[in-house]
């Protein structure tokens, strides 16, 4: 008995979890799938009737418009906010005194709900109270800012807000890669009178290659689902400037009474996860087994 | 002897109890700001004084869509609650799920044919039979202003749009904001159906918004009203994007701007900060002739039991009595659904806007809100919306925007 217990007991202990994970996880990506082959409007029906919503969801401008600010927004986002962090992270790996003190400032956004961001930078970029009120009151009439209420640049807002709050963490991230580099490398190369920057580029960068591919599967998943942010800072506007998929789905799920659009964006939205994530498990498991 | 009395009194109440069941009602609505909330605790007092259980089911949130989640699981979990806000299609959208019950003897007894304007009854009914009542009618498309403004730049309310764009310019010359306005899609749509009723008329109205007729979206007419929404960007300060309505009728109060579209929950606003209609603003309907409107109204669910049975049916009879009317709408700032109750104590805009609905009832211009969901299914509306609000935010020509209505209300269906 206490043989077959101590066997059984991880089994045992994982089932409940194991289960659950099947069910809301899988079943209702299952769920979802179903759905999004029907006619559903307000209430969820079951009779399949094609690629009829998938059909309308690619004829729609407004998912045209929340598909291309995901891939501007996605991108933009994702490269800034590793590019400073990384530059961020060199710069406090320079042995400096208070880098305690100076890592939990830049760490602090990540601290903050996307909600309380949102906010925060609608205020700061509102034309009428923010950046381009303050300018102007120092006397220089002409100055615009407009980006918030303008419908070309209002992606780029949410890019700005979006890499404040995630690049101390992506520094973070970046900063404990750089510390589990090898010293003795680093030294002989110093010994070998190479310059600091070549050592960077050559040596320390190279090694993180693992960092990096957190980072960007962290960032990646952070932009694909981002919603709150949206929500708080724009509402998806103007007009429905920076609607993004996320913000497309629950406008169709909750607001229009439309659940097949509703799940036929939720699957798009998860078929661009999963382009970014299979790639990486598998190069992952596949360097298990060598 | 005195107890006595009483014992027998109760004793028979227990039994006339036991018999007809105790009225219960679990409402489901999303009436929680301060005002509306108010508005809901008469009905609640009313529906206890007649014996009956009230189970507030308040959902506040996001305009409505957290109650109708809400609901969704409900209904989906089948224990739906008694009665539910609901207004529109919406109603019959729920109706061909097969989940409303039938109410129709209580709105015969009533009478309630007689009392209320056909067009409102026509959306409280299922295929024939009742199946919702109506609490109040908000007008949509009003034309709020600020009295002192108008009189400083001696413009007077304006009855078509050539006069409005033309008082526009000579408040802008002298640095008033001529229309005050929130960049939100609901309240772009808002404009833009107040737009369209001008100029497409009460007919191409109903066309347009109601039968989805491709002809009306992409005529020429409508193209004009797209041209007289670009017009009207013009007279917006550029900080309008993501305003709420509310921050815009307070522009108007304080003489920043000059003008409001919105429906007449914005008199409520006045109101609440001591305005007097008439005399510190002005209420008028917007240029050309019809009404829209914006009813709310509680539909009422299939439901199990005497008891829950018997509590919708008199929750029915009393929304639609005058004395709630009456009362509700005097604390939301509409008018009441029944044309039968008095308007004594209402304001001038409230005895307008009654006015102008018998009128319009009666030559067939009494039309719904599609901005408010009133005409279209949430689909299809949103759909437009969506143009709408692309086409104002945007620098899209006319004609590229009534294609791209045409196109997005053929692809809702």
């Given amino acids: ?290 | 002897m005195k107890s006595v009395f009483f014992g027998a009194v109760s004793a028979t109440a227990l039994i006339a109890s036991a018999v007809h069941a105790e009225p219960q009602a679990e409402v489901l609505h999303w009436w929680t700001s301060g005002g509306e909330a108010k508005s809901v605790a008469v009905l609640q007092e009313e529906f206890a004084s007649k014996g009956g259980t009230w189970t507030d089911m308040p959902v506040a949130g996001g305009g409505g869509d957290a109650a109708m989640t809400a609901l969704r699981a409900r209904v989906l979990s089948g224990n739906a609650p008694t009665a539910v806000q609901l207004k529109g299609p919406a109603i019959q959208e729920w109706y061909e799920e097969g989940v409303l019950a039938d109410i129709s003897s209580v709105a015969e007894a009533q009478g309630w044919a007689d009392v209320l304007p056909a067009s409102i009854a026509g959306h409280m009914k299922c295929e024939g039979s009742w199946c919702a009542a109506p609490v109040n009618v908000h007008r949509v498309d009003w034309i709020w202003a600020n009295a002192d403004v108008l009189e400083a730049n001696g413009i007077e309310m304006p009855t078509t749009w050539d006069e409005f764009n033309a008082a526009a310019e000579k408040l802008e010359a002298a640095g008033v904001i001529p229309l005050a306005h929130g960049g939100q899609a609901w309240q772009d749509a808002t404009v833009f159906e107040a737009v369209a009723l001008g100029i497409l008329g009460a007919d191409g109205f109903r066309k347009a918004f109601v039968d989805l007729d491709m002809d009306t979206l992409k005529s020429d007419e409508m193209k004009a009203v797209f041209d007289q929404m670009r017009t009207m960007r013009g007279y917006v300060d550029e900080n309008f994007s993501g305003r709420d309505w509310n921050l815009a009728t307070a522009m108007v109060m304080n003489g920043e701007a000059a003008f409001q579209i919105m429906g007449d929950w914005a008199k409520g606003e006045f109101m609440a900060a001591g305005k007097v209609p008439g005399e510190d603003f002005l209420c008028a309907s917007v240029p050309g002739d019809g009404f829209l409107y914006n009813v709310d109204s509680f539909a009422m669910f299939d439901v199990d039991g005497d008891d829950k049975q018997a509590g919708q049916e008199l929750l029915a009879e009393l929304i639609v009595g005058q004395n709630f009317q009456k009362v509700f709408n005097l604390n939301k700032g509409s008018i009441p659904a029944r044309t039968d109750v008095s308007l004594d104590e209402f304001d001038s805009c409230a005895h307008l806007s009654a006015k102008d609905m018998s009128e319009s009832s009666d030559n067939g211009s009494l039309l719904p809100s599609y901005a408010h969901g009133m005409a279209l299914r949430g689909a299809q509306s949103g759909a437009i919306t969506d143009v709408v609000t692309a086409h104002f935010n945007s620098d899209m020509s006319s004609e590229e925007a009534v294609n791209m209505l045409a196109d997005a209300v053929a692809n809702s269906m």
């Fill in chain 1, 1 to 290: 008995m206490t043989k077959w217990l101590e066997e059984n007991t991880p089994k045992l202990v994982l089932a409940p979890s194991f289960i659950a994970v099947l069910i809301f996880v899988y079943g209702f990506i299952a769920w979802t799938a179903w759905v999004s082959f029907t006619r559903s409007r307000l209430l969820p029906r079951y009779d399949i009737e094609g690629l009829i919503q998938y059909e309308r969801l690619f004829a729609s401008p407004r998912w045209d418009t929340a598909l291309n600010n995901l891939f501007v927004f996605g991108i933009l986002f994702i490269v800034i906010a590793m590019v400073l962090g990384l530059v961020l992270a060199i710069l406090l790996d320079q042995n400096i005194r208070t880098e305690g003190a100076i890592r939990t400032i830049y760490l602090y956004p990540m601290a903050l709900s996307m909600i309380v961001t949102g906010t925060a930078w609608k205020w700061i970029l509102n034309p009428g109270l923010g950046v381009e009120a303050m300018v102007r009151g120092w006397g220089f009439e002409n100055f615009t800012f407009d980006w918030l209420v303008n419908p070309d640049m209002a992606i780029y807002t949410i890019v700005i807000a979006a890499i404040w709050q995630s690049s101390g963490f992506v520094m973070a991230l970046f900063l404990a890669g750089l510390r589990s580099v090898d010293g003795e490398i680093i030294k002989a190369a110093q010994v070998d009178g190479i310059p600091t920057w070549r050592i960077y580029t050559a040596i320390i960068i190279p090694s993180m290659a693992p960092i990096f591919l957190s980072a960007f599967i962290v960032l990646s998943h952070l932009a694909i689902k981002s919603f709150d942010l949206v929500i708080a800072l724009t509402g998806g506007g103007p007009g429905y400037a920076t609607d993004l998929p996320a913000t497309y789905m629950y406008a169709m799920a909750f607001s229009r009474g439309d659940i097949g659009q509703a799940a036929s964006s939720a699957m798009i939205m998860m078929m661009v996860v999963f382009a970014i994530v299979v790639p990486y498990l598998y190069s992952e498991l596949r360097s298990k087994d060598d």
